[in-house]
């Protein structure tokens, strides 16, 4: 089977029916959750004793030998020192309680089956069992991935937008902003940033014309009229500000978050306070993980400017272009991978929140319903699925484009002719010539022309900057927004 389907697609199989076997049977999203704390909601008979009317209501004697009813509507001081208690996270059907528990499974699933695709077929490649010319299977995993990521960020989008004000006139905002900050972009001088979208542009429409004369979809000769630089650069521009209007929200999350890690070093995790706190080794590193968050994106930024890091490295070092291309990989996948092992840190800070709203409930005067406490204090832990996907899917998106760019940075710059005998469609063509037949094949091969390492390198290259600028924009942004609320 090797021989007719190819090592890449072989294992595809294995890993994916492997990976969904130990999906039935273990959660990855309790990987995520295990062992967190969170705030369960005070029972309505201890509200109760906080409040004189339901006090009052249950001294009452039931009429004709009626059960009493507990009172559903009271109110009580906002300042009762009322006891809430914690729970730990540890089976999977507190994971199933989330709305988004399943998506955040899926999630982590299909990311873990393309890195080990990715890996696989890497090796397969090294290890001369694939030839550098076939499919990169890890590619579409690698966007079903990214999919599944751009799905749930659409889904929030529309969410926020449905709820209307503020809301709504952010996403506005944000879109029409980072369209004007995408076009100062574009119009960028060369040799300032430069990620060569117009040279692989150029790059794909000669391939497109040669690919469309040589298969006759091109008749007679004809002018094809094709999307000039600025118009594919204006395009871009659109789709950047959509991607900036759906990153808006997780990156001020995130933001969020990172202010409240920063303020919150006297608060231990199991919700007990520390009198006489003295900074320990584990919060004075949860500092420098926060603030190596929160800077370390803009070092990204700075790479893609050539006076600036890449020519001065380049310089001092001695390396190539492709070295520091190699080495920007590198340092993008580092920082999204400690992100991504530091979101148990950032998920217990979304859960400790309803601890910080009874401390500051209680510092308030004036009185309260009873029901608007327990709703509170539960729809934080109902929230957390959510925040982890916000933290979870940008990141995710960065990585497996980064995946991407490694596989396309493997590349030789001239891809040699595709031999219809080490193809995957080729092998599937023999056995079933009524389903994939030598003419698809042929055409396969020329679409693989037209969509040159170039060309992809570049939009995949500008993708990446594009996504990292945004959200650690918005992040710092949000960062210093709630740090100065909070003072205020």
């Known amino acids: 089977m090797a021989m007719i389907f190819g090592v890449q697609l072989l294992s595809?199989?294995?890993?994916?029916?492997?990976?969904?076997?130990?999906?039935?049977?273990?959660?990855?999203?309790?990987?995520?959750?295990?062992?967190?704390?969170?705030?369960?909601?005070?029972?309505?008979?201890?509200?109760?004793?906080?409040?004189?009317?339901y006090k009052d209501h249950m001294k009452k004697?039931?009429?004709?030998?009626?059960?009493?009813?507990?009172?559903?509507?009271?109110?009580?001081?906002?300042?009762?020192?009322?006891?809430?208690?914690?729970?730990?996270?540890?089976?999977?059907t507190q994971i199933k309680l989330l709305p988004h528990g399943e998506e955040i499974d899926m999630i982590v699933l299909m990311s873990l089956s393309s890195v080990l695709i990715y890996l696989v077929t890497e090796l397969s490649i090294?290890?001369?069992f694939t030839p550098v010319t076939d499919l990169h299977l890890s590619y579409i995993w690698s966007l079903v991935v990214i999919l599944f990521c751009i799905k749930f960020l659409c889904y929030m989008f529309k969410v926020y937008i449905q709820l209307g004000g503020g809301e709504r006139?952010?996403?506005?905002?944000?879109?029409?902003?980072?369209?004007?900050?995408?076009?100062?972009?574009?119009?960028?001088?060369?040799?300032?940033?430069?990620?060569?979208?117009?040279e692989g542009y150029t790059q794909f429409v000669d391939e497109f014309l040669k690919f469309g004369n040589s298969t006759k979809m091109?008749?007679?000769?004809?002018?094809?009229?094709?999307?000039?630089?600025?118009?594919?650069?204006?395009?871009?521009?659109?789709?950047?500000?959509f991607v900036g209007a759906l990153l808006t929200f997780p990156s001020f999350r995130f933001g969020a978050l990172n202010s409240q890690l920063l303020r919150s070093?006297?608060?231990?995790?199991?919700?007990?306070?520390?009198?006489?706190?003295?900074?320990s080794l584990y919060e004075k590193l949860t500092q420098v993980l926060v603030h190596f968050n929160l800077i370390s994106?803009?070092?990204?930024?700075?790479?893609?400017?050539?006076?600036?890091v890449q020519e001065h490295i380049e310089t001092q070092v001695d390396i190539s272009d492709k070295t520091f291309s190699l080495l920007r990989i590198g340092f993008i996948a580092l920082i999204m991978l400690v992100r991504l092992f530091s979101i148990k840190l950032y998920a217990q800070t979304h859960l400790d929140s309803a601890k910080r709203y009874v401390q500051n409930l209680k510092r308030e005067a004036g009185r309260i319903d009873h029901k608007t406490v327990q709703q509170k204090i539960a729809y934080t832990f109902q929230?957390?699925?959510?925040?982890?996907?916000?933290?979870l899917t940008p990141a995710l998106v960065v990585l497996q484009l980064c995946l991407i760019l490694l596989s396309l940075h493997n590349l030789p710059d001239e891809m040699p002719s595709l031999s219809p005998a080490h193809s995957i469609l080729a092998g599937v063509s023999d056995i079933i010539p009524d389903v994939v037949s030598q003419s698809d094949v042929t055409v396969f091969q020329g679409m693989r022309a037209v969509l040159t390492k170039n060309f992809l390198t570049s939009v995949t290259s500008y993708l990446v900057w594009w996504i990292v600028s945004v959200n650690a924009g918005v992040s710092l942004f949000s960062t210093c927004y709630h740090h100065v609320s909070e003072q205020v």
């Open 126 to 128: 090294y290890f001369n």
């Open 297 to 308: 994106p803009l070092l990204v930024i700075l790479c893609w400017c050539k006076p600036l």
């Open 169 to 198: 006139s952010l996403c506005a905002l944000s879109t029409f902003l980072f369209i004007v900050f995408a076009l100062f972009v574009s119009m960028a001088d060369k040799r300032s940033i430069d990620f060569g979208i117009d």
């Open 218 to 241: 091109i008749k007679g000769g004809k002018d094809v009229s094709m999307p000039t630089v600025k118009a594919f650069k204006g395009f871009l521009i659109v789709l950047s500000g």
């Open 61 to 92: 004697k039931p009429r004709n030998g009626d059960k009493k009813e507990a009172l559903e509507d009271f109110t009580i001081p906002r300042d009762s020192e009322f006891k809430v208690r914690y729970n730990k996270i540890i089976s999977y």
């Open 265 to 279: 070093a006297n608060v231990s995790v199991e919700g007990e306070d520390k009198p006489g706190y003295k900074e």
């Open 12 to 53: 595809t199989l294995i890993i994916g029916l492997f990976m969904t076997k130990i999906f039935s049977n273990y959660s990855y999203g309790l990987l995520i959750f295990y062992n967190l704390w969170f705030c369960v909601p005070p029972l309505t008979e201890h509200l109760g004793s906080f409040s004189q009317a």
């Open 383 to 391: 929230y957390s699925s959510v925040v982890v996907l916000q933290i």
